[in-house]
């Protein structure tokens, strides 16, 4: 807080919960360290949001996290004063794991209250404590301990009388069902029909508007039958025109867009462009001529770094690599490929985590092999086992 | 035009085709006689847009016809010096009946080209003669004649040498076809199946980037498989909790808002509320006092003229007879209804058009029935057998 | 009402005042008779909107008002039942003349209650009857009585226990004092200083920020001093300037736009394009063929349909006789003129109401001053003394 | 570039001016040093936009000088190859001082062309050489030369051919003149001028419209010599009335959202809210308790990081300490103020830079003099003469 622009409601909120009322009391603007600790020694919790933003450890670890889940990886940090609770029951949109850092905290998980509570797509209100009935789990968590709340489990936890307690609640899997990919799909899996399938193109009866619609529901009329039955095989025909793979891209478009950048160890730094020692000396430029051979061994920075969509006519390649650590601050990252460069780096995504050598990349000659590498590791995307060192 | 406020581009258009070349000649601002009739004698065609806003039988005839159709049915008249042709080869997205009304005109009609052109969704660019073949269809219409193209057939007309042409061409069945219902239906489809399928709600594989998406079609992996079966399962699944009605229900709604109002006969005028002869006269309202009786015989003005859309948890009444002469100038009509009312509105519907007793109507008392009357009769919506006369 | 599309809240005001308290009562949608003289006969008050838009009469009236005031006229009518008061003491933004109809109406005015209430620029609340005072005027007016309340008065109306009132109140005067001009002028006098005088492009002084402002004004500062003395020098030098004349051709930009159209009489439209018996008959256009002479007398068909305003580099011409009798319902109307056309075109504005021979106006040649009138004539914007008559 | 997000476009031009072209070469993206420095060494000059966010000593420099002259300050840094020219010939909308850092620059400087030249509003376009004449000013300048061109004088710098170039060139008073004042002026002058004053609020003449505008500017009547001095006099009359103080502390609003925000050495943190050592350890919060007293010693941090502004009725104090270093990235900060709190405020501000005691602020208690002191302090505005520590 000292150092960073931490702004209340944006980074951080103070909250209570008591007596059955959850309450929220920030302030506005930039939260100093002696208005903070104001709250806390008040009884207020903190949550900090978006520790990544703050924390290179939190941003390492959900950055791996995201690569393992296929899904964007989020988190808060929550301090609450001994004997308090912040927050009240309430059931999340997102799959939560709670890692204990200090202190402890009693926590209580209940079931969803019915199916169409069972894995949500929506985060619920606060519930009272006779909504919930009895916990399934009821537990105390101690520094080292980690909790798994699936989505759509009511959950509350609050502080034993004696100690505080410090965790951090990892989240994933927001808007990440077969649905959402669905509603992606449904409506490019329609235009397709219309366009390619002439039954789609037929005019509606002409006396459909009698016997359908709620007016006519009650209706018994073969006509109506039929009608549906005529509707419900074209959505079945939509099944085998639906282009899934282009659905996907979409999904793992905006994936690429909310994914944390990679977090790169200096050791890590000395084998990409970063470890070109290329600066101004002297009045002069120093140590900018590097270049690979037949022979150097690549490969990606990380899995999942890089995603290959088509968009019309041509080929975009999207990357994480210059994502902020604080969530869609930056506009979606890519540039266009030329079409004989997507065999080679198809075949780089494939190849991850081995080392291939830069001849060994499906491309038409060697100053094509070579200049798609060299294209990828300037714009940061490569690994070389070596690091490549100025002539 | 001397009448009527006829602007160039928006009621009138002034085109030619010759040498290929089809061009218009609009100048700005509004259509006086004079420089109208000047370019009609150098030659071009006049194309007077949306008849029905000037002419009462136009009117009165596209209104009969909507009805039939249940979908907006427009006009053009078009106005063709002898020896000259107006327009290109070309096909449009409705389906068109050509009424000649004066003069004599050469049509020649063309298959679609290929099979996307069947039944068309979007109108076609002007085409060249080269590009169309041989027609199927070639005839000469006089004064009587019929012409009707399907959506997608390419068709051009011009004049013989010592003749001129003027006729009119009535469209109907725009962005209507089985498509195009799907396109509301799907999304509310899917919706309702995330709401009450929790298999739509289960998370998406957690490797599914891997192997699907663009980059990956080419792989050879059983995971593929099984994520595109599970896809096509799920599609099926749509069917069975498709809300057909509401879909139906979105459709028609957009249907009454394109209506053209019904145009009433005076004797009709006389047995509806405008019918009543309420006026002022001599420093006071006279003859207001008009009322129905349980044994009255109604029925509804039209067919077709209202519609019952459930709306969230209220029940809206749609209607045309407010509508405009000139498409979409007003606002989509429509009143809520009490619940209790539905019941007997739809039996209105479905009587039609028999005329039934006020009493007749399944409301819960006279009193329920005389107010559903009175306030249909009062909106417009009802003709009486008899005129109501004053008390 | 029965023919015309009347709008409650749009056309019609329903409205009462009783026991100091105003309200409206406007049903949603169409007014149809027998609802609208429903709410009459339980003592309301009626306000028909813009009667202009359904009355010749009153048309023809505001349009020749409207050229005296060189300001936009409009009405309400007002249809009050015995016994009834339908409005609360107000003032207005605007010069009222109360013309009465029928019946009788007892008024009451009143003095502003203060200095900046005179010649208000905006419309009062309702007052309490409390907060006026004693009336400076009362009198019952009687048909073809008529009386003036200038802009800020506040006024009252009430009827006999015995009598209704119908009168129609005609406004002027909106928005058209000097301020508002000032509004058009300061902006572009202050751009014109700024690019013509350096004094107005000088640097501020380095040091202002401590001494001006409201934190620094009970300062005794001869800089303070100094600072202000400059400004009011700057602005003084504005008024020498300003480009009045451009600031006006704004103003009646707007008014032109603002007016009603011109009413034309049967014998009028005989001397204008209208009267040209240009049209289709027998498949063939007939008597299109008139022509102008150099003899041919002509004059402006009114004062003030039309006036020249310079845009930029261009010259154009804005005239009101393609206005709606609904206010603003078309946008402004305009044509480009050529720059020597403009002279022409002032001798028109400035002859007016004398008609001239076309070969008078100051063009180059006989061929101009044919084309100059022939092109107004056709824009329907010049009467001949003499009808054209065809070939 | 290697370690913070350079971005081409944003943050980095790469430009050239050869054969009387200028071309600008940035690529999409982030900027990567090899990318960069190969640019450089195909002849191409590079402008690092905003150097005061990535470099502490030019943000510190700008912040001090924005204080002197009252206006921000801006700066870019140039570095030239040798025997190269980055830019045409231009003049620039802002007083600018270049810095020579390493290098050095052959600069030519040429007199404004013309009147309207001097001072100007905005930037020039490019000039061709043929175009500006002959230099007033010729000159090579080393490390640590300084070269200032006025507003509007038209420049040029190439390199030396054996030697590279780099400078700094520091901006400021961009739209800073008496003009730009007067924008904020002049509509609030005539606002209070129209509540106040019955002369503005009288309505224009019947006939204005008949004689002046521009088709009637060649009239020679007295009405417009009348209706022109009774505008000028109005104008005149605004000067009396015109809220200058309000109008000054819009622009210091601007100012205070467009300065940076204030650089603290180690030292002057530790006498400020920043240096309050309050801390998160050992499961507890630690050393938060400070207090003032009545004679602890304060002022403010810096000269001009706050202002009082007016906003209707309420008080709002404007400050600079939460700005960015990167132009306008926050909103304006501002929170509003007691108004007992104003004389204290003014008397911190007119103080500055001797220190006060907490008890000779004008309030009404010693508890409001202490209050007031703490809510500056710990919004970062306040230095004590004393590091405060904790009890």
Partial sequence: MTANDVQFGVNLDVTTYSNGKRETHNPPGRALPLVVWDYYKNGCSLRLLNPQAFSITVWNFLSVLQEHFGSMCGANTYLTPAGTQGFAP????????VIQLEGKKHWRVYNPRKNTDVLPQFSSDNFSQEAIGEPILEAIVEPGDVLYFPR??????????????????????????????????LPAALQVAIEEDVEF?????????????????????????????????????LAECAPIDIAVDQKAKEFLHDCLPPM??????????????????????QDTDVQMERGTLIRLLRHGIIRICNEGESCLLYYTTDNSRVYHKEEPK?????????????FLIHSYPKYVSVDSLPCESL?????????????????????????
Same sequence: chains 1, 2, 3, 4.
């Fill in 90 to 97: 309430h059931y999340d949109d997102i799959e939560a794991f």
């Fill in 264 to 285: 790169l160890t200096k050791a890590e730094r000395a084998h990409t462009v970063h470890g070109i020692p290329a600066r101004w000396e002297n009045g002069a430029v």
């Fill in 334 to 346: 890519y540039f266009e490929i030329d079409l004989e460069h997507v065999d080679g780096i198809e």
């Fill in 201 to 237: 193109r037929q005019g509606l009866p002409l006396d459909y508007l009698d016997y359908m619609g709620m007016q006519n529901s009650d209706m018994d009329d073969s006509r109506r039958i039929s009608f549906i039955q005529k509707i419900q095989s074209l959505i079945k025909k």
């Fill in 367 to 391: 100053d094509e092999q070579l200049a798609l590498a060299m294209f990828l590791f300037e714009k940061g995307l490569l690994l070389t086992m070596e690091p490549l060192t100025p002539a």
């Fill in 152 to 185: 759509g489990f009511i959950h509350q936890g609050d502080c034993l009388p004696d100690t505080h307690s410090l965790h951090i609640t990892v989240s994933s899997y927001q808007k990440n069902c077969w649905g959402d990919l669905l509603v992606k799909l």
